[in-house]
């Protein structure tokens, strides 16, 4: 694991800082940045863009059914609100099927609390997070272009 706590992502719609809470979800975060690192993240569409809920990426295939190679991760729900800018892990009905796909809250989706792995949260940015294309699916989508752990 890195010294950083932060990711900085690259996307077709500028740059966004997040910072990592290895804290919440030691398990999930060291997911994140080893993706980040392999260069997993990059050129992966924003797939699920819902105004006023989320923008959901980390599907290298764009269609939401994708992920990495590597095995799905145990649950680390915690109290940690899902409000604007919380990054959290994108899953199946299962508990415990996070493994590439997260997504970015627009505005307040307490109704998730305890039910995801919130693992970071945008703190520069939001206003590129904003932006992203909207749609399920989205046509033509906006992409992370890199996505790496700040140095």
């Known amino acids: ?4 706590n932060r990711l900085v992502m690259e996307t077709s719609k500028g740059r966004v800082v997040i910072a990592l ?9 060291e997911r994140i940045t080893t993706l980040s690192q392999q260069g997993f993240y990059d050129g992966v569409p ?5 105004d006023g809920f989320m923008a959901q990426t980390g599907d290298p295939t764009g269609t939401g059914t994708g992920g990495s190679e590597l095995p799905d991760l ?21 508990p415990h099927s996070a493994n590439s796909q997260f997504f970015i809250c627009f505005s307040d989706a307490r109704f998730l ?16 997070i904003d932006q992203i294309k909207r749609g ?3 046509r033509d989508p906006d992409t992370i272009t890199s996505m790496r752990v700040e140095a």
């Not at 694991?1 to 950083?4: A, E, G, K, P």
């Not at 924003?46 to 819902?50: A, D, E, K």
């Open 1 to 4: 694991m890195t010294d950083s």
């Open 21 to 29: 809470r290895p804290d919440l979800a030691p398990n999930h975060v």
């Open 46 to 50: 924003f797939h699920r863009v819902i």
């Open 74 to 94: 145990k649950a680390e729900f915690n109290a940690e609100p899902h409000v604007r800018g919380t990054c959290s892990m994108a899953r199946t009905n299962f």
């Open 113 to 128: 609390d305890k039910q995801y792995t919130v693992w970071g949260k945008v703190v520069e940015g939001m206003d590129v």
């Open 136 to 138: 399920e699916p989205v």
